[in-house]
């Protein structure tokens, strides 16, 4: 598990955390997220030392393959029915999903301290800019549009939860980048902490409720489609 996977899974636990929140006090999560994070690039910064990079640790990036499909639309001003909202909820989580395993390998070569290859680097670029339209087309089309009753909340929910996750881990593994290099001066704490405001384990139980209660299948969160 690399670095950005094991702060994601820290921030799943804040709610086994919040009973050490004290309104208006000194101890708070910020605090908490300070001591827990030196011990994580401690701890990265070691594996980043020791790690093996023989050949059958590298992933074989020739056979990924960069997802065809992402959430399109050309509506605007229109008024969505239910089932097309759900079918565009649907294919909105599982390009994201898609899109984030065909980017893990390459992320696992830059936190191993590999140099890309100009193939790779171009595949990944892709991806990264497929992941960008991916966000973006979603987020136009809820705030363009009239959705359903009860799903213009749940959607920019989704909308918010996704884009910051993305940006979450790209800013994550940069940080990573930036201690193992000494450029502590690089490192935007602020923007990661309030990134951790909307990818949480509390916004993703909201959201996975909703699809269940919605009946909206989708790959993502390690859902069976």
Known sequence: M???DRVLDYYLLNLEMEHFYVQGGEMNMRKIFYGFFIVLVLSACSQKENIDTTEDEIPFTTKIEVPSTIFTSEKNNSTIDEEEMKLSIKT???SSE???NASYPFEEII??????NKNEIEKFN???KLTKENDENFSNY???NTLPEGYQEESERISRYITASSEYIHELNKL???VSDGNFSEIDIESII????VVNGREQKKIEEFLDKENIHTKAFGRDN
């Open 142 to 144: 809820i705030l363009y």
């Open 111 to 116: 936190d191993a301290g590999e140099e890309l």
């Open 194 to 197: 309030d990134k951790s405001d």
């Open 126 to 128: 892709r991806i990264n």
């Open 2 to 4: 690399h670095f950005a």
């Open 92 to 94: 909105y989580l599982d």
């Open 176 to 178: 990573l980048d930036n």
């Open 98 to 100: 898609e899109l984030y």
